[in-house]
């Protein structure tokens, strides 16, 4: 969306309408006054009176009609009970609206905040009073929040808090004496307390804190209409500070006051007019103060809104994208306002300004253009601007009249200037600044440059993806993306990733890696491959910066294969040599390599945060240093099984011959293990369980659980099962660590020759954190013991409930074969509905069809299990096609059964 044009195209000019008053506040003072049974005709009129509001809701009536509406209903019924219950005292006594009710806007379910004004005296007569009026409130179905207060009170607590203040500063007189009021609004003047300068400061501090709070991103994919950046808070800030200031009652005196052109107005209350919307429509579905736009309640506005799902987006997509086009246009606007503000209120006026470069000069640390003719005069300006920013550290922002021009000029950024050169190094400029690449790329985003300079970015602004895996919109991802990427390149947050950080400095250009973050999604939402389909846009818009045809091919590349590696490593078994060989040939270079490694991890943090972990980055890391070596060997002498194996054993042997493990008891442990056990398992782990089973007694058969934290992966603690009955044990082990709330992140089933199985299970807790108390671990291990031992089929279920966000999406179960003819087994793919208990259940299914299981790969994508499992029949052999289907079938019918009875 144009950063200067209003949602949806609507009229920028279209002319307000007088409008009569609700009807039925009309003959609700009559009802009220005349009832018997006050309590049951209060409730019934406030009960009525939301009901009338909702039907007209629902009729599509202007939304800014109904909150000033809902507001005199609630003020009709307050005074109302005022009157009847403080009338004696109603000359002395003050009943006052605070807050968004003091502003006269109420949705369905707001807070209603009042204040009880009382006079400077020691009596209390009228204490009985008012308590009756407060319980005859609740009593009616009015929940409203109370104060009572004299004037010295709100003096004394305004001054106090800032947050009290501006609740005042919204006070609305609803009954009492005028003099009374007024002595409260004199008290907490700007000459008394909380100057227009200290309370611009306040009120910008506590919206930058707001905003941090929701992770400075009014991009979440479940976000609060009123809170998150870009929200009505944003919009009400403006006006707190207006008020405080200039004594602007409503967004019109804005633009009397040269604040807010016309047509910025007319956007900023359609856009206002759209969150009360939203706003409302989540009251009335809810029937409760829910500000959230969780995902079960963004089907339901899309629908009622009038979306459709078309080709290539849901209804809901393009319901959220609306919103986000909206929340970012509050955005800029109230960066636009609150600078202007600073400048009025702050600004002394008299500063001369510091020349920058011909077209930009600095004014009390902000930038602004030297003439207002400079970008029409100068197109390359609306580059340059975020230039001088990234060359100018000291500068704090733009001043408010230059970011109107930027938006005002946003179409001279056309194609005869993408085709210009000058841009084109202006823009790699950006890129290969030292410092505020990705603050000026935000900007950039916010003021409507970015998505001009490349229309597929404009494209995919506020586009949402229905599900759990992505966190943002996919510019707002993306953008995050270039920021990971960033804080490899800056020394301060080497304590991240000390490693990546020096890989990504070592790069020659780093830009390549920037230019692949900013395109990898940019094809979202057209239908087709995204990753192909921005292939070819990246290439062509590399090429038309001035890289060459080689760094333009390997950015393509980048963004043909940038989920490749994230894939490999987490579905794919990474320790067997042919799958490492494999890759390192489909990378080609180190060159490749590097860069994809870098944008992997940037790409999966920027995800979504909560699904990064310590796991995640050392399974990468492990998969990096795997093909890198395979890389160095030469693509032509692959490592081979037997010189793997020999070099694991060989590590093991040191380390069990430290830890003074005899050697004829290592010999009878590893006659029992496989080849594909040392494949699968580092030195380190060999040596443990190793230890373990030496010091057990030959003849022992019960089963043995420990657990150990292990460093080497990612710190997830490795819990081993040792036991006899060994199809039984992965159904069991599953559903127990699954029950005491831990994540399985990967699972290593190893049959050994005498019939036992030797899984390790690597977990972490729901948080992504290691194990780390020990009372826990014990817990856990006594569990497994006690569930292993059971003879049994598996019959322990998980009661554990899958995460509200989780159960609102359904995923049908999909079943895929293939064979691994090195390995003799079949490697079965299995997409489904993530929820506890899942990997006990497929243990069961198992079980019953007679199937080994050799190894599994969990992977978890949003709501989405996508797992990989190893098996082979009870013979040791690849299952058969019939086999396969009937496996395919039983798997489907179970988890769509259990997906359908939750």
Known sequence: MRADLPPDGMDLFEPEQARPPWEFLGRLGHLLDAAHDPVSAFRAALADGDAALKQRFLADEPVEELVHDRAQLVDSLLRHAWQRHVGAHAGRLALVAVGGYGRGELLPCSDIDIMLLLPQTEAEDWTPQLEHFLTFLWDIGLEVGHSVRTVDDCRREAQADVSIATTLIEARLLEGPEPLFDAMRRAIAPDRMWSSGDFFEAKVKEQRDRHHRYFDTAY?????????????????SIGWVAKRHFGAETLDDLAAHGFLTQRELVQLKAAQAYLWKVRFAL??????????????????????????????????????????????????????????????????GDAPPVPLTPRFQE???????????????????????????QNNPQLRGVRAETIRL??????????????????????MEILRAPAGVTHELRRMNLYGVLGRYIPAFGRIVGRMQYDLFHAYTVDAHTLFVVSNLR???????????PKLSQLFRSLPKPEIAYLAALFHDIAKGRGGDHSELGAVDAEAFCLEQGLSRYEARLVAWLVRNHLLLSVSAQKKDISDPQVVHDFARHVGDQAHLDHLYVLTVADVRGTNPKLWNSWKASLFEDFYERVKQALRRGLESPIDQEE???????????????????????????????EAYFLRHDPQEVAWHTALLAARDVEDRSPLVASAADPARGGATAILVYTYRRRHSFARATAALDQVGLNIVDARITPTQDGASLDTYYVLEEDGRPINDPDRLAH??????????????????????????????????????????ARRWTILDLVAADRPGLLSEIGKVLW???????????????????????????????????????????LTRALDRRVAAA
Do not use: C
């Open 406 to 427: 930027v938006t005002r000029h946003l179409w001279l950024i056309d194609e005869e200037f993408r085709q210009n050169p000058r841009n084109h190094r202006l823009f």
């Open 283 to 348: 009251h009335v579905t809810t029937g409760r103060r829910e500000d959230r736009l969780l995902f079960d309640h963004q089907i339901r506005l899309a629908r009622q809104f009038g979306y459709e799902d078309a080709t290539f987006t849901l209804a809901v997509e393009q319901f959220m994208q609306r919103y986000y086009r909206t929340v970012m246009f509050v955005s800029l606007t109230n960066e636009l306002l609150l600078q202007h503000f600073r400048e009025a209120i702050l600004s002394s």
């Open 487 to 497: 804080r490899f390149a800056l020394e301060r947050y080497d304590h991240e990733f």
């Open 780 to 821: 856990i291990e006594a569990t497994l013991r006690r569930v292993v031992a059971e003879r049994e089929a598996p019959t322990l279920t998980v009661t554990r409930r899958a995460p509200r966000q989780v159960r609102m999406f359904s995923t049908a179960t999909h079943v895929a074969f293939s064979d691994d003819e």
């Open 848 to 890: 019953d069809e007679g199937v080994d299981l050799h190894g599994a790969k969990i992977m978890t994508v949003g709501e989405r299990a996508e797992d990989v499992f190893y098996v082979t029949d009870d013979g040791g052999r690849p299952l058969d096609p019939r086999r396969q289907e009937r496996l395919a079938e039983t």
């Open 363 to 389: 004014r009390e640390e902000y930038l602004e253009v030297t003439s207002k003719d400079v970008f029409v005069r100068h197109p390359p300006a609306l580059l340059e601007l975020f230039v001088v920013l």
């Open 644 to 674: 793997l194996i020999a070099a694991t054993q060989s590590q093991a042997r040191e380390l069990l011959a430290a830890a003074r493990v005899a050697v004829e008891d290592v010999e009878r442990v590893w006659s029992q293990l496989t």
């Open 220 to 236: 979440n994919l479940e976000p609060n209409v009123k809170q998150s950046p870009g929200g009505l808070r944003d919009i009400q």
